[in-house]
């Protein structure tokens, strides 16, 4: 509020600056869902009329949260101009080529609804809202944030082929330790942001118990004392250009 932005464009730049925490990529494409009643101006229609409208951005890791989200609110607004494109003919356009191990253009979505109580006042009716879970989507995450009054619900789907249920709470956990590290410190980089919580950090300095190879080999060493029994062999030479980007990007991958 203090820097002239609703809470969706402000969950919005949260959640990307999430995506860039943890996978350290710069560009990035969302898919959010728009209501086409507001577009079309019909907002007594009932129903789920929305349509997809994909948004891309770039983040630049030494702005503060605060510049980014000022730049990024102009974006989105101006986006959401354009929300009555068709995603099948936008997809279609761009010529992307088919891959049936991946979604096209968008792996996540969000959706945002402020439901408001008064809007489904009814003579002599009482109006529950019921959340059901929803066990197909046509994305790998979808994000959908329900905003009641002062109450707050994000739900959560997910492709379970890709993540099990516990990664899942984990990175929505640190997704929560980033939005206070952001309410607390707006003008830090967002190359300097918290992903984990105080708690959280604590947990990954403590010592992870040796699996069962590794105590087998620790044996072993104990045994008979330094070899060569299990060391590599064999060297493979390459010779080529040398793509450094890759490298390093393999390197980090695997640290």
Not at 229 to 239: C, E, G, H, R, V
């Amino acid at each position: 509020i203090k820097q002239g932005c609703s809470f969706m464009p402000t969950f919005l730049a949260g959640f990307e600056v999430f995506l860039y925490q943890i996978t350290k990529q710069t560009d990035l494409n969302i898919g959010v869902s728009r209501s086409g009643q507001a577009f079309a101006g019909k907002y007594n229609l009932m129903g789920y009329c929305v349509n997809l409208l994909p948004l891309r951005t770039t983040i630049s890791p030494e702005q503060s949260f605060n510049t980014y989200l000022k730049l990024r609110n102009g974006a989105i607004l101006d986006a959401f101009d354009y929300q009555q494109m068709n995603f099948s003919s936008l997809v279609e356009k761009l010529q992307i080529p088919v891959d049936t191990s991946q979604i096209p253009l968008l792996p996540i979505t969000i959706t945002v609804q402020d439901i408001e109580a008064e809007n489904f006042a009814f003579d002599d009716l009482v109006v529950v809202c019921i959340f059901e879970n929803r066990y197909f989507v046509n994305c790998e995450i979808d994000l959908n944030l329900l905003i009641m009054g002062k109450k707050v619900i994000l739900q959560c789907q997910y492709n379970t082929n890709l993540f099990y249920a516990q990664t899942i709470r984990d990175r929505l956990a640190e997704f929560e330790a980033l939005l206070t590290t952001i309410i607390e410190k707006p003008d830090l980089p967002i190359a300097q942001l918290l992903l984990f919580s105080e708690s959280g950090n604590q947990l990954f300095k403590q010592e992870i118990p040796l699996s069962f190879s590794q105590k087998r080999l620790w044996f072993l060493d104990q045994l008979e004392g330094a070899n060569s029994a299990y060391n590599i062999s064999m060297a493979w030479q390459i010779n080529g250009n040398l793509n450094i980007p890759i490298l390093e990007k393999t390197i980090k991958t695997i640290i």
